[in-house]
């Protein structure tokens, strides 16, 4: 069965401070999706990334990072000098490539982040 | 670009009783999914619907049906309503199944 699995519920830094997300996810499946999404305190969840699951490469936009390693089913999500507006939960989410239906995308339970001024 | 809309906002049901929600995409977006979500469950999906197909199914009881319209428009029902239905409960649209997905404010359901 397919699980993701992000083991910290709340984290609370000082912004500017770097802080990396952890999300572990199991699949039997060999193709698959990754997906983070942020939902601030609005609460509309925001798409971040999609990674496939033969593009291992890291991934960095601004002041956003990903590190996707097949090896230890992890793909964790890092901010770099946290600010005050990354406050917000993040989810970690998985689906996989079945060409034909019932595709499923499970979502970890999120990770609640509060950057302190 | 007008994002998803959602309609009711919120909504204030006894057991028993049945309820519809609305789901507007982005226009040009085929796909829809609806999500439940819970401060213990969390996120779950519910099914989505491509082209007024049900292409994929989470696992929820047959309570919990759908549709989707000619014009992508999607509805919701859930019937004989039970408190544990509580819940946000979120319709996202995207381009194809799966791909970036675009939420729209969701309907707060409160089962009395």
């Known amino acids: 069965a397919q699980k993701v699995t992000q083991a910290q519920t709340e984290i609370s830094v000082v912004e500017k401070e770097d802080v990396t997300l952890d999300c572990v996810y199991e699949?039997?499946?060999?193709?698959?999706?990754l997906f983070w999404y942020k939902q601030p305190p609005s609460g509309e969840l925001v798409f971040l990334i999609r990674?496939?699951?033969?593009d291992e490469q890291n991934e960095i936009s601004g002041r956003y990072s990903w590190n996707f390693q097949k090896s230890t089913s992890s793909f964790n999500f890092t901010i770099t000098a946290s600010q005050v507006v990354d406050s917000a939960v993040y989810f970690c989410?998985?689906?996989?490539?079945?060409?034909?239906?019932?595709?499923?995308?499970?979502w970890g339970l999120g990770t609640s982040l509060a950057v302190n001024p | 670009k007008a994002g998803v809309t959602q309609t009711p906002r919120y909504l204030i049901k006894t057991r028993g009783q049945q309820v519809t929600l609305s789901c507007s995409p982005i226009?040009?977006?085929?796909?829809v999914s609806w999500y439940q979500q819970t401060p213990g469950q969390g996120l779950q999906f519910l099914f989505e619907?491509?082209?007024?197909?049900?292409?994929n199914k989470g696992n929820f009881p047959g309570r919990f049906s759908g549709r989707q319209f000619s014009n992508s428009r999607s509805e919701m029902n859930v019937s004989t309503l039970e408190l544990g239905d509580s819940a946000l409960y979120l319709c996202?649209?995207?381009?194809?199944?799966?791909?970036?997905?675009?939420f729209g404010p969701g309907t707060r359901l409160t089962v009395l």
């Open positions: 996202a649209s995207s381009l194809a199944s799966f791909n970036e997905q675009f």
């Open positions: 619907y491509f082209s007024e197909t049900q292409r």
């Open positions: 699949t039997r499946d060999t193709t698959y999706y």
């Open positions: 990674r496939n699951s033969f």
């Open positions: 226009s040009g977006h085929r796909s």
């Open positions: 989410a998985l689906s996989d490539y079945n060409a034909g239906n019932n595709r499923k995308l499970i």
